[in-house]
């Protein structure tokens, strides 16, 4: 199998989707109405291409001035003035075009790719052209001749416009690629999304992809169960069992989680998720770091938090073996937690991970019929990663237990469920336990009592109620 | 009446030019890159050309040179008007009457240019 010699876009995200890159020498198209993002996204390629030793000509049918251009372009990272002129050129046709027509556009812009040995060309305004012609045929005329000739001297071609050309469109038939920037729209959110439409001669990751335009530029996150449809190593399988930081919960599980396994703890508010997660996390050392990704409760609330039931979360952070990584639940993309979540354990070669919780990283989900393929991707990475997971599940209904379930697709994908709930026994409301699910493994399926002790979680089969231990300092709700 | 010639690719700077030097009384020729602006040159004879630097075809540096090279035009006055490249131009600085950066002034534009040739007859 032949590999196609690829243009590096230097777009954070964008190679991983085109497979490595643009095809060289190939045509693209990059639709997207006024304001997506297309000018910046060309330049920031082509300011890439050109610091790494290419030569690049951008070509604009606009009447908009290069000096805005460049003003505007100023304010990103990518922006060295001191390419143009140089290695980069900007001209315009927009004289030409008014004047002489597209024909004439073609002939100077052949003229000047062999006269500025261009390997990379950006046509901005082609939606001008199209208006200019006659009829669509008139473009497709202009695209193919153009890119018939930049191909012959191996020179990758971005066609940019603001018209909506639909598949069916004469400029989609005639390039190797089109690259659509739209937005999706949700309640009161609108998400900037990427859709590769046509990619030639390539495994790309089709569909939509998420994107941001931050001060360093266009940043893609790629669809986390795109890039990772198949996991990125094979699994390797371990038997051991690690603690979960609370003995009597190793003593129901019969030894403690399954190396690389995952497990969701799914309850109320207050009923202890959290703690579970932080006595988990506990267990971390320097030598096998732990990673909590949390989303609601701060790492000073939650250092205080471990504090109460005798935990040195703040010691554990000093020392290396335990990294917080938190973030506000409000506007997120789903794939860039996703990605920054892997991210990181890569990064701190983290062996357990709490996240807190799940139903703050889908809620950024714009699309809620993606969340299972999602976390499925995230789950089956993490576990190559031999990553021990731990991940909380905020069930609505405090007492009954059958709406307390999250969506079954989601409980599904997870190794192991462990649910928490509210009971009430004549004046007092206590947190009940138990393991509902062990993945190929034994377990104790019995109801549970969790009590707050100052030495830590303690779990209470709850036919030895008289078993309760006296320094019990709280099984009230929030504690 | 004393014709000046504006050469530029970018329509919106050389219209903004010629309008502003149509309302001193000068008489305008231009043309969209260096190229046409030889053939202009040749035709309409002016007494002073402002160019662009980066334009297709032929850029404003080579267009000073082709015209220094002609015996009848060696000692015409050109004004370069230069957005990111000013210093390559200021290498080349004998070639040129006055080089302006861009984002430029029309007023010192103007006025340099009717130092140079006086005010339109």
Redesign the interface.
């Known amino acids: 199998m032949e590999h196609l010699a690829r243009i590096e876009s230097g777009i954070p995200g964008l190679d991983r989707l085109l497979n490595g890159g643009l095809v060289a020498g190939s045509s693209y198209i990059v639709q997207g109405r006024p304001g997506s993002g297309k000018t910046i996204f060309a330049n920031q390629i082509a300011f890439h291409h050109a610091a790494r030793g290419g030569r690049v000509l951008v ?1 604009t049918l606009l ?5 805005r251009l ?2 505007f372009l100023s304010t990103l990272s990518f922006f060295e ?2 390419r ?3 290695e980069m ?8 075009l ?2 002489e027509g597209l024909d004439e556009v073609v002939k ?2 052949r ?2 790719i062999s ?1 500025q040995k261009a390997s990379f060309l950006v046509v901005d305004g082609v939606l001008n052209a199209r208006s200019r012609a006659e009829t669509p045929i008139d473009t497709k005329k202009f695209i193919a001749e153009l890119q018939g000739h930049a191909a012959f001297a191996g020179c990758t071609v971005l066609f940019l416009t603001s018209a909506k050309l639909d598949d069916s469109s004469p400029e989609h038939t005639m390039v190797d690629g089109v690259i659509e920037l739209g937005e999706d729209i949700a309640g009161a959110r609108s998400v900037r999304r990427l859709h590769l439409r046509k990619t030639r001669g390539s495994s790309a990751l089709s569909g939509l992809h998420e994107y941001e335009i931050t001060e360093n530029g266009v940043v893609i996150h790629p669809r986390l169960e795109a890039v990772l449809a198949h996991p990125s190593t094979a699994e390797t399988l371990v038997d051991e069992q690690l603690r979960t930081g609370t003995a009597d919960l190793d003593r129901v599980l019969y030894g403690g989680l399954y190396a690389s396994s995952n497990t969701m703890l799914v309850g109320p508010s207050g009923s202890g998720k959290t703690s579970i997660g932080l006595s988990f996390l506990s267990q971390s050392t320097v030598e096998e770091p732990g990673l909590h990704f949390g989303f609601f409760e701060t790492p000073g609330r939650l250092i205080r938090k471990a504090k109460a039931f005798g935990l040195d979360l703040q010691g554990q952070i000093e020392a290396g073996a335990i990294q917080m990584l938190w973030q506000p639940t409000t506007e997120r993309l789903l794939d860039a937690l996703g990605h920054r979540l892997l991210d990181a354990v890569r990064r701190g070669k983290a062996r357990r991970v709490v996240i807190d919780s799940l139903g703050a990283m889908a809620r950024a989900a714009i699309r809620r019929e993606r969340i299972a393929e999602f976390f499925t991707a995230l789950t089956n990475e993490l576990r190559v990663m031999e990553v021990t997971v731990v991940a909380s599940w905020e069930a609505d209904n405090m007492f009954d237990a059958g709406a307390q379930m999250p969506p079954l697709e989601l409980s599904s994908i997870f190794d192991n469920l462990i649910l928490l709930r509210f009971a009430e026994d004549q004046a007092a409301l206590r947190r009940i336990l138990s393991v509902v699910k062990v993945r190929d493994g034994q377990y104790d399926p019995s109801l549970q009592e969790l009590v707050f002790t100052a030495n830590g979680l303690r779990l209470i089969g709850t036919s030895r109620r008289a078993e309760m231990p006296p320094d019990a300092v709280s099984s009230r709700p929030g504690g | 009446m004393t014709t000046i010639l504006v050469i530029d ?6 219209d903004i030019l010629a309008f502003a030097l149509e309302d001193e009384g000068f008489m305008v020729v231009r043309a ?1 890159h260096g190229r046409k602006g030889l053939d202009v040159l040749q035709r309409d004879r002016p007494a002073l050309v402002i160019t662009d ?5 032929m850029n404003g540096l080579e267009f000073a040179m082709a015209v220094r090279a002609r015996p009848e035009s060696a000692s015409l006055p050109i004004i370069l008007i ?4 000013a210093d ?1 131009a200021r290498e080349y600085g004998h070639l040129f009457t006055a080089v302006f950066d ?2 430029f002034s029309v007023e010192k534009i103007i006025d340099a240019v009717v130092q140079v040739v006086g005010r339109p007859s």
């Open positions: 070509v009447s908009e001035t290069h000096e460049f003003q003035r001191e143009i002129g140089k050129q900007f001209v315009s046709a927009f004289d030409t008014q004047s100077l812009l003229r000047e006269r | 690719d970018e329509f919106l700077v050389a969209s630097f980066m334009m297709p075809v230069s957005g990111a490249h390559i861009k984002p």
